[in-house]
């Protein structure tokens, strides 16, 4: 039997997973992030303790995948900046692979999380999908005939930061209109906050505080709160763009949607289709594009990680 190891790297926690080829699930285990030059220690002995856990001989386990945050330079196996976990030009990989002997593959976080969900989620029944996650940024990964897309040294499917605005909002890249600027849940936070101030006799006005507005809170409210109404309308619009030039630029048979927002289900989705459908390019007759929630959710980059070595 041949098992696969995934690691995904957070900010805060990385989290790992064994699995076979189907994506069944062996064990999970996650450690606290230890930044720096003990990152690598930590993947290694929490691959260890996966191992173990199994309690099969190494000979079973073909390779390890590492999704991190940050700039990744997959071919050699390096994270080139990752700036929350204070690391900078470090070969996790080799590092990771001369301690636990098996060999490592590394990909961003992101991408990680769209080849889970490709492999064993929301997207599997297609050979060309698209991940766009709504947290605190927008990010995602591109896969492409099965196989996922990084671009030129690994740098590619920044997503989030493609511009929908020319000139707009100030974005955390240091551009002005990213999508990110406008899509992410902090975007809708931000934007939620702005109208319960601007219509102080709005439901989410006398319902709501500046410290519990979420992402949720529009939503909530939007079926009878005029601002909430077009704090949604203002948010779809904007979503609907970013996602119409993916679906231009790629033509993906599916768009999934990951991440805190993505938990409006169809609230989102159903909005967002049919605008997709009345725009796309050409039309969605002959090569429509789904719009679906991923998932996976937190599972995804851990199991996307360990498909870095799963060939079909």
């Not at 030129?152 to 929908?164: L, P």
Request: glycine fraction near 14%; include cysteine.
């Amino acid at each position: 039997m041949s098992l696969y190891i995934g690691i995904d790297v957070g900010g805060t926690t990385v989290k790992g997973a064994v699995i076979d080829k189907s994506g069944t699930v062996y064990a999970e285990d996650s450690s606290p992030t230890q930044k720096g030059d003990r990152l690598a220690d930590v993947i290694s002995t929490l691959t260890e303790r996966l191992i173990f856990t199994v309690g099969k001989p190494k000979s079973h386990f073909k390779g390890v995948g590492i999704g991190s945050a940050g700039m990744i330079d997959a071919e050699n196996g390096s994270i080139v900046f990752a700036g929350n976990l204070d690391v900078r030009n470090v070969p996790v990989a080799k590092l990771v692979e001369s301690k636990v002997k098996i060999p490592v593959k590394i990909t961003n976080d992101a991408n990680a999380a769209a080849l889970g969900e490709a492999k064993f989620g929301a997207g599997k029944s297609y050979s060309d999908s698209i991940l766009v996650t709504l947290g605190t940024g927008v990010g995602g990964g591109i896969i492409i005939g099965g196989k996922l897309f990084e671009g030129n040294k690994s740098a590619g499917a920044e997503i989030g930061h493609m511009v929908i605005e020319r000139g707009g909002d100030a974005c955390s890249c240091g551009r002005r209109g990213c999508f990110e600027a406008y899509s992410s849940a902090t975007a809708l936070i931000k934007r939620t906050k702005w109208a319960m101030e601007e219509d102080a006799g709005s439901a989410m006005w006398t319902s709501c505080t500046s410290d519990t507005v979420t992402g949720r809170t529009a939503f909530d409210f939007m079926g009878t709160d005029v601002s909430a109404r077009e704090v949604v309308d203002w948010y779809l619009k904007y979503l609907a763009c970013g996602l119409l030039n993916l679906a231009n630029i790629f033509r993906p048979q599916v768009i999934m949607l990951g991440g805190g927002v993505s938990g409006q289900g169809k609230k989102l989705t159903v909005p967002l289709q049919n605008l997709l459908n009345k725009e796309l390019f050409g039309g969605a007759d002959y090569a429509p594009v789904e719009i679906k929630t991923a998932t996976l959710g937190s599972k995804a980059g851990a199991l996307g990680a360990a498909a870095l070595w799963i060939e079909d």
